[in-house]
T-cell receptor
């Protein structure tokens, strides 16, 4: 099955700096890549997603890039704010596996005021 | 608020017991997914249902079972509980359960097995 690796596991940045989180996947059939933000004790919430027919997608301060050839995708957060502090999970899914999400192990992001 | 509801919010029980977790998907969503989140395992997919039928199975133990009812709500049954079953259990829903669909997560049920 699919294997998703996520790095780094922890990340600290100064407020206003950028943060980048990287994920790699193994199954070339994977075609949907969502990113979730999870605050302590709360539900994972979708922040952005990208489909395999697109190389980059932006939503205000958040962007995701996808390199299908290298099988990796990244989350970019610019102008970070303290409220961006949370755990971020990447995931990959494929129609071949019924939209089952394979999650990365998470990145704990801390934005230092 | 994602529109997905889960009950109960918290559950404390003893080893060897059986519990049932309940999930109601977003209005109109036909597919329900169950995930387990523990500190050392991250988010692990357990099982998916689509319109009452099991569609995909992940790392679900034989002691665990689930079903989706005609009104589309789902229940996850955990039996012969062990200490290691203590975790957050999330359900998520999506429209059709096919490829490239967003899944919306419920607030989770925190299970503590003593």
């Amino acid at each position: 099955g699919e294997n998703v690796e996520q790095h780094p596991s922890t990340l600290s940045v100064q407020e206003g700096d950028s943060a980048v989180i990287k994920c790699t996947y193994s199954d070339s059939a994977s075609n949907y890549f969502p990113w979730y933000k999870q605050e302590l004790g709360k539900r994972p919430q979708l922040i952005i997603d990208i489909r395999s027919n697109v190389g980059e997608k932006k939503d205000q301060r958040i962007a995701v890039t996808l390199n299908k050839t290298a099988k990796h995708f990244s989350l970019h957060i610019t102008e970070t704010q303290p409220e961006d502090s949370a755990v971020y999970f990447c995931a990959a899914s494929s129609q071949n596996t019924g939209n089952q999400f394979y999650f990365g192990t998470g990145t704990s992001l801390t934005v230092i005021p | 608020d994602s529109g997905v509801t889960q009950t109960p919010k918290h559950l404390i029980t003893a080893t060897g017991q059986r519990v049932t977790l309940r999930c109601s998907p977003r209005s109109g969503d036909l597919s329900v997914y169950w995930y387990q989140q523990s500190l050392d395992q991250g988010l692990q997919f357990l099982i998916q249902y689509y319109n009452g039928e099991e569609r995909a199975k992940g790392n679900i133990l034989e002691r665990f079972s689930a079903q989706q009812f005609p009104d589309l709500h789902s229940e996850l049954n955990l039996s012969s509980l062990e200490l290691g079953d203590s975790a957050l259990y999330f359900c998520a829903s999506s429209a059709l359960g096919g490829g490239r669909e967003t899944q919306y997560f419920g607030p989770g049920t925190r299970l503590l097995v003593l």
